[in-house]
């Protein structure tokens, strides 16, 4: 029965999250009017926050333990299971500045430093909230979160020499 949950939510969070950051990043979030006025014709607020409170705080998180648990348990490469869970992280924090801005821009807005090593020209900061500034911080959270760590599990998979079990008819 919790299987089936936890599957159940690894589908509807992917859904989500693909919506939510999808449609944040085609409209930009410097017009959030413009965001879904059908919505509000649609349901009352209430109602809206709590399905959206309830799809991004239980059902998303509930989704990626769940993937993650299928990652660590299964056989696979190091790599993948040193890096899945900063991918996971990055990509948490990038729903939660699409849907709850209050706390997941914050936490975006720490990757400037790395963004302003790559992109120096890059203007950041508060006031900059365009969605290409929003993409170039996810990408330096995912290189500092998933990246680094995929890249010790690389190297620590070849000293080891664990090597994936292949395929035979």
Known sequence: MLERLGRFCVGIGLIWGIIVVGYWLLVGIERPEDWTPWIDKAMSAGVR?????????????VGMLMLLRDIFVDEGPLWLKLASPGVFASLYALLLAAATP???????????PVVQKFFPGMPLGKTAIDSLTWLARFAAMLLVLAGIPGVLGLILGVITGTSRKRWSP
């Open 102 to 112: 209050d706390m997941g821009q914050p936490i975006l807005l720490q990757a400037d």
């Open 49 to 61: 926050q709590a399905l959206y409170s309830l799809l991004t705080y239980v059902v998303v998180p």
